[in-house]
């Protein structure tokens, strides 16, 4: 092997070592902040650990929003029918939460089973739901898909 072709060979195996490992860096760091969505069916049937953050989508159930205090603390129960999770949150709320409406919440379990919430979303309008609580909705029977669907 001529020093030209050896050479060549170093920098490609040099290349491909690089591509490698900056690979398997954007992999782990992406897999890191990927936020997860279930619904609270899907929870209770494979629980996330305590302190792992993912999205919890539901509609807030009726009559179990309690805020404590004059703080800004709010407890409120989301369900998908089948199945509930309470959930906490300190902050100040959408003007659109209300109670039989969907949500969506980022933040993790504690280690009691209380979802601690660093994020609420609620929709933007009465016709409008997010796609995943919609779905997890339609799979627990609790939501009809609509007429306009096909």
Not at 83 to 103: A, K, M, S
């Given at each position: 092997m001529t020093p030209t072709r050896k050479r060549r060979l170093i920098a490609v195996l040099l290349i491909l070592a690089g591509v490698g490992v900056a690979s398997t860096i954007a992999f782990y760091s992406l897999q890191e902040n990927l936020l997860y969505f279930q619904s609270p069916s899907e929870l209770a049937q494979q629980p996330m650990p305590a302190g792992r953050q993912f999205r919890l989508g539901g509609l807030v159930k009726p009559g179990s929003v309690e805020r404590q205090g004059e703080g800004l603390t709010t407890q409120?129960?989301?369900?998908?029918?089948?199945?509930?999770?309470?959930?906490?949150?300190?902050?100040?709320?959408?003007?659109?939460?209300?109670?039989?409406?969907?949500?969506?919440?980022?933040?993790?379990?504690?280690?009691?089973?209380?979802?601690?919430?660093?994020?609420?979303?609620?929709?933007?309008?009465?016709?409008?739901?997010?796609?995943?609580?919609?779905?997890?909705?339609?799979?627990?029977?609790?939501?009809?898909?609509?007429?306009?669907?096909?």
């Open positions: 409120f129960v989301v369900t998908d029918g089948p199945e509930e999770v309470t959930v906490e949150y300190v902050g100040t709320l959408p003007d659109l939460f209300r109670e039989g409406q969907g949500v969506i919440a980022r933040g993790a379990l504690d280690d009691s089973g209380l979802f601690a919430a660093s994020e609420v979303l609620a929709k933007h309008d009465e016709n409008y739901m997010p796609p995943e609580v919609a779905d997890a909705l339609e799979e627990s029977g609790h939501l009809m898909p609509s007429k306009d669907e096909g």
